[in-house]
Nanobody
C-alpha cells in the first residue's frame, strides 16, 4: 500500500517555474514506478512524466507537450518524487496528480495509487 501526497502547486505567470513534490508513504518506495499526470477542465487525464528503474537502469520519459520544459526526479532516501516545471504556459494549467504502480506499463495506463492532486494555474 502506498499513500501519495502532492504539494507545490500554485499560481505563476507564463514563462515562470514551479516545482511539485510527491511524498510517499511505505517502505518500498524505491521499487515503484512513479509518474505525474494532469487534468485540465473538460479534458481527460494526460500523461506528463514517469520515472523508475528497469533492469537496473533508471529511466524517465515525458509527454510530448512537456518535453524539454519539465524534469522528473526522485529521492528514494526521502520517499519523494519531484516535477520541476520551467517555461510554463497557460495551457499547462491543470490539476497535477502523482501516481505509482509496480510496472511502467501499469503506471502509464491505469496506475493503482493516486495522490489527491495539486492545482497549477499559469496566467498569461
Amino acid at each position: 500500500q502506498v499513500q501519495l501526497v502532492e504539494s507545490g502547486g500554485g499560481l505563476v505567470q507564463a514563462g515562470g517555474s514551479l516545482r511539485l513534490s510527491c511524498a510517499a508513504s511505505g517502505r518500498t518506495f524505491s521499487s515503484y514506478h512513479m509518474g505525474w499526470f494532469r487534468q485540465a477542465p473538460r479534458k481527460e487525464h494526460e500523461f506528463v512524466a514517469a520515472i523508475g528503474t528497469t533492469g537496473g537502469h533508471t529511466y524517465s520519459n515525458y509527454g510530448d507537450s512537456v518535453k524539454g520544459r519539465f524534469t522528473i526526479s526522485r529521492d528514494n532516501a526521502k520517499n519523494t518524487m519531484y516535477l520541476q516545471m520551467n517555461s510554463l504556459k497557460p495551457e499547462d494549467t491543470a490539476v497535477y496528480y502523482c501516481a505509482a504502480d509496480d510496472t511502467s506499463e501499469k503506471l502509464k495506463t491505469s496506475p493503482r495509487y493516486w495522490g489527491q492532486g495539486t492545482q497549477v494555474t499559469v496566467s498569461s
